[in-house]
């Protein structure tokens, strides 16, 4: 089993719709993740941190916590076609200064 | 605030030279970690270095592999002699602790032919 997961996609959404982002780990005492976008030939840029449960928003970006589930999402609301990029899900293990990565979803928003 | 920087952006050299990648981390960021990215195998850390003190290397593949971070400021990976599979795009990202988000920079593209 992989550390962690993400669907490798392509997801693809219409524009003004919410695409949902989902991936999961399996460090059960891991405390922080990330959201990083990935254009494609540039680097991963960080978009989203998230430390506890629940919901935390940042202009269209909601991303969504769930420990007992082991599991982390990013929704993208009103997506635009320059929302599409790779979307890489990092989570830092327990007592562990390495972020793990998820290989990434492809998000393709249509116009 | 400038960003993580990183040179060369593109590298083109031919088997069994050496290479040398660059980076200087955000001021004031004590953490800095070296990463290459493939489509095979996506992002791999390489190694990590804490108050300029490499921490973990054991990322890197091999002996051909060293990286250096002589101040706070600027870290140097280099491959001796470069192969073909070393082609990749290599990224230098920091961090202003250990437990935070890492910032990348914007990588360098190397082609080992």
């Known amino acids: 089993q992989k550390e962690v997961e993400q669907n490798s996609g392509p997801l693809s959404v219409p524009e003004g719709a919410i695409a949902s982002l989902n991936c999961t780990y399996s460090?059960?005492?891991?405390?922080?993740f990330f959201w990083y976008r990935q254009y494609s030939g540039k680097s991963p840029e960080l978009i989203m941190s998230?430390?506890?449960?629940g919901d935390k928003e940042d202009g269209r970006f909601t991303a969504q916590l769930n420990k007992a589930s082991q599991y982390v999402s990013l929704l993208i609301r009103d997506s635009q076609p320059s929302d599409s990029a790779t979307y890489l899900c990092?989570?830092?293990?327990?007592?562990?200064?390495?972020?793990?990565f998820g290989s990434g979803t492809r998000l393709l928003v249509r116009p | 605030d400038a960003g993580v920087i990183q040179s060369p952006r593109h590298e083109v050299t031919e088997m069994g030279q050496e290479v040398t990648l660059r980076c200087k981390p955000i001021?004031?960021?004590?953490?800095l970690f070296w990463y290459r990215q493939t489509m095979m195998r996506g992002l791999e850390l390489l190694i990590y270095?804490?108050?300029?003190?490499?921490?973990?290397d054991s990322g890197m593949p091999e002996d051909r592999f060293s990286a250096k971070m002589p101040n706070a400021s600027f870290s140097t990976l280099k491959i001796q002699p470069s192969e073909p599979r070393d082609s990749a795009v290599y990224f230098c990202?920091?961090?202003?602790?250990?437990?935070?988000?890492?910032?990348f920079g914007p990588g360098t593209r190397l082609t080992v032919l």
């Open positions: 990092a989570v830092n293990p327990s007592g562990s200064y390495k972020l793990i």
């Open positions: 998230i430390y506890s449960n």
């Open positions: 460090d059960r005492g891991s405390q922080s």
């Open positions: 270095f804490n108050n300029n003190v490499p921490i973990d």
């Open positions: 990202a920091s961090s202003p602790s250990t437990y935070n988000e890492q910032f």
């Open positions: 001021s004031g960021h004590n953490s």
